[in-house]
Structure formats: structure tokens, C-alpha cells
């Protein structure tokens, strides 16, 4: 067993001296390099062993025959040279891996005929001449391996060829000379060739391993400049993330704003022109209550397609959240083609949409802001167009404004009354009046619409439908509501059992329990009977946050106070509210009474009302009754409440108690 052992480690040995003796390939890019480094070296050893060999011809000239040192140096140092010049004209050839190893090997093959040819050269002209030219042999031989063995240290296997195939038989001729001065020249270059191997095997090893160091280098550059580059893709994903609609996938608010201020910079430097657009859905609401919030995005998404069709180089489209998208049409602009743009948003938006468990249909108002006609600021400019958009909403729905002097004006007027109301001493300037309601049977007044009105020192009187949207905005609407809510029911207080108080509540009023339960507090500190309180909702109300709104509302009808869904109509989602809400009453929006002898569309709706409020057992009160002949058509179609200027205009809080005395004296006296 220890024979075998023996044995296997003695082969495992041979096979390493061997494997020094050959090119390695199992690193390609160290075998590249190496090749690179060699092949500058190669023309320096075939100069050492030309211009070596013929010195030593020349100093043996006469001694010794002509075909040693004349041919056969002759033929040697022509095929050196041919072989230098090949080695000089390839070296800036670019070669493969593959083809480096191949030259290398052929080297390294090449190598042992020429160290055998060279050392019996050599040694065949040591018989002749004198000491001097013995001497010089020696010299030859051993400064000629010296010189190979630097000139092939980059291909160690053969370096250790020439220097074994050079060196025994140079020991060997050396020693046995007998020469003392000889022998120890044979010894001395032993030695010295020996360090020098140790050298080249050191060298060898320090220039592999700083290939294999700068190899991994480039490898860590490498990696760092792919993760550098991984980073920067992530990056700019990232930044194109931020600034896309994940839903529509149109660019998004944050994108506007910035493209905004980009163009108008654009613009406001070169003279150009800029035009700005708000789009809003109207009736999408109704959509997320009926089918849900998936149906919603469906609609989102099918709009935001449509838009995106539109062919334009100079039109950007954008979703700026909710149902709101944005326009930025840039360069060559005029107030017509932003008329024409708003057309055609307004007509795809109207086209039906397939929400897959149906179809359905929203429509869009747009509203536009041209610069340079208005605005001095990209942000201002956008507020111009979503003034635009609320005019668009509530006058031209479904259609487009553009922003001009009339908006110009009432963005004005607005600031002006928004200054005013902020700056307004509220328990002095505000006051109340009444509007009857009344039964058409009995020709009697039911009720009372308490109405808000503002006198301010600083502008004079203000309609209603200019400070409460106002004071919607700025916050002041719920201590408004309050304390018109405590007189209400001081003046409710003076009237009989049997009429009642209806009074409008905001949005706000319903937007939170804390709102809505000091509306309770103040019904129930006032000692009134909750039964007689109407309070009057509109579909805005509710649309803002149904869910909280109705858990308002319900919070009232446990309190006693009956509840009117007011304007009736005009809204999108009224059949949805009334399914859904606690509802007492309905009042129908007198836009639908006006000339209601004469057409016949607003004849059928309130008579479809009617039907439904009988159905759903809610009494109906229909607003805006001014002439004899719609007071004739609403009581032929069973109308029993009715409220406007044919009855009563609203009144202060002295005249409803002498209309009620009034209406007592004449019931008495019948």
C-alpha cells in the first residue's frame, strides 16, 4: 500500500515538473497577456543570440573551419532575423486567446531545437583556438542563457528548456576539461542561472497574479458600472413612475405642473402663445355609487384612451386625479382652436362606455385660459382655466368657457366679497328672511325657508348665491350656519304648532359627527320641537363623502328633524340619494316649473317625480310657482306644497308672525 502511495506521489510529482515545462491554457486572459508581454520580448532574444553568435565566428575566424563559423552562423543568423521580423510585424495584430496559446506553443516547441543547435555550436569550437578563444566560448554560452532566460520570463516553460538544455551539457564540457578556471566557470553559471529561475518562477507568479488582480478589477469596474447603470435604469423608472397615472397611464398632476411651468417659461421668453385646460366629468360620481369604485376606473381609463387619440403635436394630455384631466396646448394658439379642441374632448367624452356589466354615459365640461391674453404665472393661468371650468359647470355643463372678461369680473367680484366676508363682523351683518311654503288645498302657509342675507359696510348687500359659495371656501360657511340656525329658531319659536322651520344645511355642516352634533346641540338648547325642523340637503352634500353624509343625516332623523333633498333634478345621482337616504321630502327644482304650461318635457318630469314621491311616501314640495297658469297645471297634476312669488316673496321675521296671525284671524272668522 505505501509502494502504491509511493508511486503516486512520484507520478503526481513528474507530472508537476512536466507541467511546468508547457504553455498553461486554462486561463484565456492570462494567456493573452502573457502573449502581449512576450511578443516584445521575442525580437531582444533573436538580437542576443544573433549578435552573440557573431561575435564568437568572428574571434574563431582562421581557427576553426568555415562552415562553423561562417555557414552555419550565417544560416542561423538570417533565420533570427526572418523570425525577429515576423515577431516585429505581428506584434500589433490582434489574436484570440486561442491563437495566442497556439504561437506560444510553437515557441515553446521551437525553443528546445534552438538551445540544442546553439549549445552544439558552440561546444563544437571549444577544441579550437587558443585560452582566450576557449574563453570566450564559455563567456557565449553563459551570458546567452542569462540573456534568454530574461528575454523568455513571461513564457517560463521555455526558459526552463533553454536553460536545462544549455546548462547540463555546459556543466558537463566545463567539468570535464579538467581546467580549474573552466570548472568553475560551469559551477558559477549554474548557480547563477539557478537564482535566476528562482527569479523568473517569482516574476512569473507576481505577473499572474497581478493579471488575476487586475482582471478582478475590471471585473469589480465592471460590476459597479452594470449596477451604475441598473441604478440609473431603476432611477429613471422611478422618475417616470412618479410622473405617470398609474390608472390611465397618462403623465400625472405632478408632470402638469412641471410641464406648465416649463412651457409658460417657453413662451413668456419667445412671445409664444400657451393655452391651459381643466376637464371635469359630470355624472361620474353616480357611476362609482351605482357599479362600484372598478367600474369607476373603467371610465377613467376609457377617457383617458380617448383623449389620448386626439392628433395634435402641439396638445399634451394629462390626469390631474379624481375625474379631473388637464390640456396644454402649446405654440401657434388662438382662442378658436382651443374652442375646437374643447368641442372635440366634450364629444368623445360623450360617447357610451362599456363598463362590461353595461354601458354608461358621462359627459366633460372643459374650461380653458389663454396666455398671453390672461395670467402672468403658469399657476395662475391654470387658475384661470378651473375658474373657467366652474363657470363651465354651472352655466354651460357639458360644454366649454373660455376665460375672458365676464369670468374676469366675477373672479374679481369673488375676491372682493371673499375679502369682505373674512374681514365681516358676521353676528351684525347677517340676518334672516322667510319664505312661505305653502298647502295648495287649504291656500294656507305651512312652513317657513329661513334665508340668509348679507348687508357688509364695505360692499354693500351680497346675494347668497355669491357668499355662500364663498364661505364654502374660506370655512366660514359651518359658524355662519350656526348662528343663523340659533335665530331661525328663536323666530320658528313665535309661530303656531303646526308650522313648521326648514333651514338649508352645507356640505360641511354633514362632512363630520363634530359638525353635525353641534347642529343637535343647538336644536336641543333652543328647546324647539326637533318634529317641526325641516332641513334642507343638496346633492352636493351628499356627493362629497356619501357615507359620512348619510351617517349625518340619520344622526337628524334620530333627532326627529325631517329631511328635504332640495333642487330635485338638476343633479345626476338624485334616484341613487333617494334610494339610499332617509329622506322626508323632495323639492323639486323650479327650473322645471317655469313655463311648464307650455312645455311639455318639464310637464312630464315633475309628474314622474310626483309618481315616485307617492310611491316612496315622501311629501313634495315644488319651488320657483310665479304665474296662475303653472300654479293650475301643478294642481291638476295633485301638487299639495308649493313655494314661490305667487304665494309670498321672503319676508322678515316680524311679517311671518303677522301672516300667521292674519291666516289664524281668517280661519276664525270662516
Given amino acids: 500500500m505505501d509502494k502504491e502511495a509511493t508511486k503516486h506521489d512520484f507520478r503526481a510529482r513528474a507530472a508537476g515538473w512536466l507541467n511546468l515545462l508547457k504553455v498553461p491554457n486554462g486561463n484565456p486572459a492570462l494567456t493573452a497577456a502573457q502573449f502581449e508581454a512576450f511578443s516584445k520580448q521575442v525580437p531582444l532574444l533573436y538580437f542576443i543570440l544573433a549578435t552573440n553568435m557573431i561575435s564568437l565566428s568572428w574571434t574563431h575566424q582562421g581557427v576553426a573551419p568555415d562552415y562553423l563559423v561562417i555557414y552555419l552562423p550565417g544560416i542561423l543568423t538570417a533565420l533570427f532575423t526572418l523570425r525577429s521580423l515576423i515577431w516585429l510585424r505581428g506584434r500589433h495584430l490582434q489574436r484570440t486567446p486561442q ?42 554560452m553563459a551570458i546567452t542563457v542569462i540573456g534568454c532566460i530574461f528575454c523568455l520570463m513571461h513564457l517560463r516553460s521555455a526558459a526552463l528548456i533553454v536553460t536545462v538544455t544549455v546548462n547540463l551539457p555546459f556543466f558537463v564540457v566545463m567539468c570535464l576539461s579538467g581546467e580549474p578556471t573552466f570548472i568553475a566557470t560551469g559551477v558559477n553559471v549554474i548557480l547563477v542561472t539557478m537564482a535566476m529561475i528562482m527569479i523568473l518562477v517569482s516574476h512569473y507568479r507576481d505577473f499572474r497574479q497581478l493579471h488575476e488582480s487586475r482582471n478582478v478589477l475590471m471585473l469589480q469596474q465592471q460590476a459597479l458600472q452594470e449596477q451604475n447603470k441598473a441604478m440609473q435604469a431603476l432611477s429613471d423608472e422611478n422618475l417616470r413612475l412618479a410622473n405617470l397615472d398609474s390608472l390611465t397611464l397618462l403623465a400625472n398632476r405632478r408632470s402638469f405642473f412641471h410641464m406648465l411651468e416649463t412651457a409658460f417659461g417657453r413662451a413668456s421668453a419667445a412671445g409664444e402663445k400657451l393655452a391651459v385646460g381643466v376637464i371635469d366629468l359630470d355624472g361620474f360620481k353616480p357611476v362609482n355609487d351605482l357599479y362600484g369604485h372598478s367600474a369607476g376606473d373603467k371610465v377613467l381609463i376609457e377617457i383617458g384612451g380617448r383623449l389620448s387619440t386626439i392628433n395634435d403635436p402641439r396638445l399634451s394630455v394629462y390626469r390631474l386625479g379624481g375625474d379631473e384631466f388637464g390640456l396644454l396646448l402649446q405654440g401657434d394658439v388662438t382662442e378658436a382652436d382651443a374652442v375646437a379642441l374643447g368641442e372635440k374632448v366634450c364629444e368623445l367624452i360623450a360617447e357610451r362606455i362599456n363598463i362590461g356589466s353595461g354601458m354608461v354615459q358621462v359627459t366633460g365640461s372643459v374650461g380653458f385660459a389663454l396666455y398671453p391674453d390672461v395670467g402672468d404665472t403658469g399657476q395662475e393661468i391654470y387658475e384661470l382655466a378651473d375658474y373657467a371650468l366652474y363657470t363651465a359647470k354651472r352655466h354651460h355643463r357639458a360644454g366649454t368657457v373660455i376665460f375672458n372678461a365676464v369670468q374676469a369680473n366675477e373672479l374679481n367680484r369673488q375676491k372682493v366679497v371673499e375679502e369682505a366676508l373674512v374681514a365681516a363682523d358676521l353676528e351684525n351683518e347677517l340676518s334672516l328672511v322667510f319664505q312661505p311654503i305653502t298647502c295648495l288645498n287649504r291656500r294656507i302657509c305651512i312652513g317657513f325657508e329661513a334665508l340668509a342675507r348679507w348687508e357688509s359696510p364695505r360692499i354693500g348687500r351680497v346675494s347668497p348665491a355669491e357668499f355662500i359659495p364663498v364661505a364654502e371656501h374660506n370655512g366660514r360657511i359651518t359658524l355662519i350656519t350656526r348662528l343663523l340656525l340659533e335665530r331661525a329658531l328663536d323666530v320658528a319659536r313665535l309661530w303656531p304648532e303646526d308650522v313648521y322651520l326648514s333651514f338649508n344645511l352645507s356640505p360641511h355642516d354633514l362632512s363630520s359627527p363634530e359638525n353635525t352634533l353641534k347642529i343637535v346641540s343647538i336644536v336641543l338648547k333652543s328647546g324647539f320641537d326637533p318634529h317641526r325642523i325641516n332641513f334642507e340637503i343638496t346633492e352636493t352634500a351628499v356627493m362629497h363623502d356619501f357615507e359620512q353624509a348619510s351617517a349625518s343625516i340619520q344622526m337628524l332623523r334620530e333627532l326627529g328633524a325631517g329631511i328635504s333633498l332640495d333642487d330635485f333634478g338638476t343633479g345626476y345621482s338624485s334616484l341613487n340619494h333617494v334610494h339610499k337616504l332617509p329622506l322626508t321630502k323632495i323639492k323639486i327644482d323650479g327650473s322645471f316649473v317655469r313655463n311648464i304650461h307650455t312645455r311639455r318635457t318639464s310637464f312630464n318630469i315633475v309628474k314622474s317625480v310626483l309618481a315616485l314621491c307617492a310611491e316612496m311616501e315622501l311629501e313634495a314640495i315644488v319651488e320657483g310657482v310665479e304665474t296662475e297658469e303653472e300654479l293650475r297645471i301643478l294642481e291638476n297634476l295633485g301638487v299639495r306644497a308649493v313655494q314661490g312669488y305667487y304665494f309670498g316673496k321672503p319676508m322678515v321675521a316680524a311679517e311671518t308672525v303677522k301672516l300667521l296671525a292674519a291666516q289664524i284671524a281668517q280661519a276664525l272668522a270662516s
Fill in 99 to 140: 491563437q495566442a496559446y497556439r504561437q506560444l506553443r510553437a515557441t515553446n516547441i521551437l525553443s528546445f531545437p534552438i538551445a540544442v543547435f546553439c549549445t552544439a555550436w558552440s561546444i563544437s569550437l571549444l577544441p579550437y583556438g587558443d585560452a582566450f578563444q576557449k574563453a570566450h566560448v564559455a563567456f557565449f
